[in-house]
């Protein structure tokens, strides 16, 4: 398998404030890296695919100023959450592509905006 | 736009019973269909399929795909309260995005 790990593992904020997750592929490379999010009971959304040294791609409805996702290095990509409000709260998960077919999960972060 | 589709969407057997997972997908240019497991946490992998007809098999867990059907199937045999999860099946289709099914939650009493 590989490891991919995510920092902070649990956060709460105040409403209005950023929140920046960091997610590290620690034992490959990866070129692709994708964010989730997770609702209660309900399964994982793809938000956005990052690249290595390019902008991310976002999907239908996630707004790009919001989630900034940032990919500088083959084994990091950060989400950074501006201006969180409580619709916000939710579980964020991460994964780096190892080749051509499979993908490797970070923990993942919950957030909860107060 | 691609789609996938698990059912049951619950399930609650005893401990011994033997279960069976079902997914079913509508994927432009299918590459692959992954199979997880996710407790508290992030989803953990446990196969991956890309040709049709071969079983892959894991201790008491095992899997196969049909293209033809446009499904897999997820076997757990003997289950044991530490399968109680969610199992989740995705398929990666094009611009190697994985679509996720919503999942089905097993539960094992006891």
């Known amino acids: 398998g590989a490891v991919v790990s995510q920092h902070p593992s649990r956060v709460i904020c105040k409403s209005g404030t950023s929140v920046k997750i960091e997610c590290r592929s620690l034992d490959f490379q990866a070129t692709t890296m994708f964010w989730y999010r997770q609702f209660p009971k309900q399964s994982l959304m793809l938000m956005a695919t990052?690249?290595?040294?390019?902008?991310?791609?976002?999907e239908q409805g996630v707004e790009k100023d919001k989630f900034l996702i940032n990919h500088a290095s083959l084994t990091l990509s950060t989400l950074t959450v501006t201006s969180a409000h409580p619709e916000d709260s939710s579980f964020y998960i991460c994964s780096g592509q190892k080749g051509y077919n499979e993908q490797f999960f970070g923990p993942g972060t919950r957030l909860t905006v107060l | 736009e691609d789609k996938v589709v698990q059912s049951p969407l619950s399930l609650v057997v005893h401990e011994g019973d033997t279960v069976t997972l079902n997914c079913s997908y509508e994927?432009?240019?299918?590459?692959?269909l992954l199979w997880y497991k996710q407790e508290k946490k992030a989803p953990t992998f446990l196969f991956m399929l890309?040709?049709?007809?071969i079983e892959k098999k894991s201790g008491r867990l095992s899997s196969i795909l049909d293209k033809k059907e446009l499904s897999s199937i997820l076997n757990i045999t003997a289950t044991q309260t530490g399968d109680s999860a969610i199992y989740l099946c995705?398929?990666?289709?094009?611009?190697?995005?994985?679509?996720f099914g919503k999942g089905i939650t097993l539960s094992v009493r006891p």
């Open positions: 994927v432009t240019n299918f590459r692959s």
């Open positions: 890309t040709s049709s007809g």
């Open positions: 990052s690249n290595e040294g390019s902008k991310a791609t976002y």
């Open positions: 995705a398929v990666y289709g094009a611009n190697s995005k994985l679509t």
